[in-house]
């Protein structure tokens, strides 16, 4: 059982030969944070946002250029990838061409000189686990296998050895959206079986929700927000993770305050609560909206009005996301069914429920925090 | 046969089109396979009419004597060659084996880790480095190599003194032995392109997860790469092999015992014999040489000649029968998707 911190991890990227950068860029800005025990943590971010370095990083197969990372309380910074003793799932699968299934399982224990039955009842023990059928993959050829039975053998290579950290490289983003679903569920199966501290790198936020115990935003090699879902939801660190957590994603409007009113993207004006009179300043600032945070009326009013260009059903509830265009911003709303073939609806922020952003940063003023469901 | 759909061969200019191209790849083919027919059948020709104007294409009759005499050289023609022809024979396999023994371990090793290994400006500088050898012709550096071999590791004619005495610098002289063919051999340039095209298209994803496995590195090279590697490792044995068994004149330059020589040396050394001469026809030639009198008395002339080509040849033509099957089975178990 492992715990894993990072204390200001530093990563540098030097330039390839030929390019017009000169400066090595960063790969990993001081990043910092403590994976418990037993814990499932969900890496996302854009491309490039230095999610998969991190992985690297902690499986070692990068070396940190500073600052230090600790299993349990032991420093493994400068520790191959050899001896951390850590398992790793690739998104191109990664098996070894030659071998069959179980010859790909069994390379751990060649290498570290097991005995024979020790291989042989592991071999079991995880081919029981993966549940039915699995033994039929292990003693097939690598390539007649298909994309998920790949990932199936990928994963299976990855906790026959009962390792300390589970690491994810994006494991089933290239399998077809049916197959992932399902894979999806699976490894959250076995994850919750082996409770083991597993960190899972995605790009796909939805993947992130439902794997993660806690989810880290990344950007640019900084850690934006570490936190649980909720947190991350309902009280983002700044406009970058309140963008990017949520689907369809947040509808940001450019707005002012006046004494007590609000005024909307110059076309409607509210009156502001006391609580949030006394934490907005004066002029100018940004109000961001979730989709199911708005009041929709058919009729014009004080409301704004909403060009609508898309309307997408969700299938599970008698609602729909109305897609389109406040004043030339993007803007998104959970509208009711009863609005089938609208071309225009007023929509009404619910300031309780709202996010407020500075007007020239990304720094937030106010966020609504996690509601009290309960 | 689908360079043209079954369907439009059924017109008459498609078929006309179908039928040139056939005729076309066939005369290839016949321009190929006439060269090995002229040998197989001048070898099996007595000797006065395998110089006779105009030659004939099938002898009128079919001997063995050739072959028979052949693989007796060194007893009919002593002065030409005075080793039997298994020690020519012997002399190129352990050639050339050494040659692979030392060549592609090197090579390979020397690619995967320019390929995976080492990251960043080094990698390109060693690239480039190694691929520049291609650059120069092998005659440039014919004779800076030839001076090695007598006074490794100074290229010059005779060791230099040591500053202040009279006592020459130690050094290796490799020249006129086994190994001033091997090692010059040890490294090949053009290989090691091969090499590293192919390890470049493996994954580094491959690496890492056996790397995460615990595999060290040369184990991962091992049972990782190599069993993936099979198909390159076949292309290469078979280039060196050919490359190796058929070279001639850095052979020539650095043997001079005929205990040592290649076959190819032996081949060159007999025609020779009749080139010295001129012949063109059975008289000028008898009267030529002493050499020339004793092969042709003997009953050798082209005919012997072309045996000991088809006798060089067959080894590159077994291998690479050999190197094509793993060319094809390799082919099957490659990782990339």
Redo the contacts between chains.
């Keep these: 059982m492992t715990s894993v911190t990072l204390e200001n991890v530093v990563k540098y990227y ?1 330039p ?2 030929g390019s017009a950068e000169t400066r090595p860029t960063l790969g990993l800005d001081h990043v910092s944070m403590k994976i418990e025990d037993g814990e499932t943590v969900s890496i996302v971010g854009p491309s490039g946002c230095g999610k998969s370095t991190l992985l ?1 990083v902690i ?3 990068e070396y940190a250029d500073a600052g230090r990372l600790l299993y349990n309380d032991v420093d493994v910074t400068r520790i ?5 003793g ?3 799932v ?3 699968y ?6 069959e299934g179980e010859k790909n399982m069994a ?2 224990f ?3 000189h097991r005995t024979e039955e020790e291989k042989q009842q592991r071999l079991k023990e995880t081919a029981d686990l993966m549940g039915i059928g699995f033994e039929l993959l292990m003693g097939r ?3 007649t296998l298909s994309g998920g039975e790949k990932q199936r053998v990928g994963i299976a ?1 990855c906790i026959v ?1 009962e390792p300390n950290v589970f ?1 994810m490289d994006e494991p089933i983003s290239n399998l077809d959206a049916k197959l992932r679903e399902r894979t999806r569920t699976e490894i959250k199966r076995l994850l919750k079986k082996f409770k083991i501290t597993t960190i899972y790198v995605t790009h796909d936020q939805q993947e992130a929700i439902f794997m993660g115990d806690r989810i880290a935003v990344m950007r640019a090699g900084r850690l934006e927000q570490f936190g649980t879902f909720d947190d991350l939801y309902y009280s983002p660190a700044n406009l970058f993770v309140a963008s990017l957590i949520g689907t369809p994603p947040i509808s940001v409007l450019p707005a002012e305050r006046s004494g007590g009113a609000l005024k909307i993207a110059d076309a409607a004006s509210l009156p502001l609560s006391a609580e949030l009179a006394a934490q907005l300043p004066e002029g100018r600032l940004r109000l961001g909206v979730r989709p199911e945070a708005w009041f929709v009326k058919s009729e014009a009013g004080s409301g704004l009005a909403l060009t609508v260009t898309r309307i997408e059903r969700l299938y599970t509830e008698r609602a729909a996301f109305a897609h389109g265009e406040v004043t030339g911003e993007p803007v998104n709303a959970l509208v009711p069914l009863d609005f089938p073939e609208v071309k225009q609806v007023f929509l009404q922020p619910d300031l309780d429920r709202a996010y407020f952003f500075a007007a020239d940063s990304e720094a937030v003023l106010h966020t609504p925090g996690v509601p009290a469901l309960f | 046969m689908s360079l043209i759909p079954a369907v439009g061969r059924k017109q008459f200019k498609a078929r006309l089109g179908w039928g040139a191209l056939a005729a076309f790849l066939w005369f290839g083919v016949f321009m190929h396979l006439l060269p090995f027919y002229i040998m197989i059948v001048t070898s099996i020709t007595p000797a006065a009419e395998a110089m006779s104007m105009p030659p004939t294409l099938w002898p009128a009759h079919p001997t063995l004597a050739a072959w028979k005499l052949i693989l007796h050289i060194s007893d009919v023609a002593r002065s030409v060659l005075s080793q039997p022809l298994s020690r020519y024979f012997f002399n190129s396999t352990l050639m050339t084996l050494s040659t692979m023994l030392l060549s592609i371990p090197v090579t390979s090793l020397a690619a995967y880790a320019c390929s995976k290994l080492i990251k960043g400006k080094s990698a390109r500088t060693l690239f480039i480095f190694f691929i520049g050898t291609l650059m120069l012709p092998g005659i440039v550096s014919l004779i800076p190599s030839f001076l090695l071999t007598r006074n490794f590791p100074f290229p010059l004619p005779v060791a230099p003194t040591i500053p202040g005495t009279d006592t020459a610098f130690p050094t290796l002289r490799i020249w006129n032995t086994y190994w001033a063919v091997i090692i010059p051999a040890g490294f090949s340039a053009s290989n090691f392109l091969l090499f590293k095209g192919f390890f470049d298209g493996i994954p580094d994803s491959i690496i890492n997860a056996a790397r995460v496995d615990g595999g060290s590195e040369f184990n991962i090279f091992r049972r990782i790469i190599l069993p993936m590697s099979v198909p390159v490792y076949a292309v290469v044995a078979y280039f060196s092999f050919g490359a190796t068994w058929d070279s001639y004149l850095w052979p020539l330059v650095v043997i001079q015992d005929s205990k040592i020589a290649p076959l190819t040396l032996a081949i060159r050394r007999i025609s020779d014999a009749f080139g010295a001469a001129g012949t063109t026809n059975p008289q000028s030639a008898l009267g030529a040489s002493a050499q020339m009198a004793e092969l042709i008395s003997q009953g050798l002339s082209w005919n012997g000649l072309m045996v000991l080509g088809l006798l060089q040849a067959i080894p590159v033509f077994i291998f690479f029968i050999i190197a094509r099957e793993y060319l094809l089975k390799g082919v099957k178990i490659q990782g990339l998707k």
């Design positions: 030097y390839t030969i690297k499986a070692g197969l191959t990838p050899q001896d951390r850590v398992g790793m690739f998104q191109d990664a098996l070894y061409p030659s071998k390379y751990y060649e290498v570290h050829q690598v390539d290579r050895r690491l």
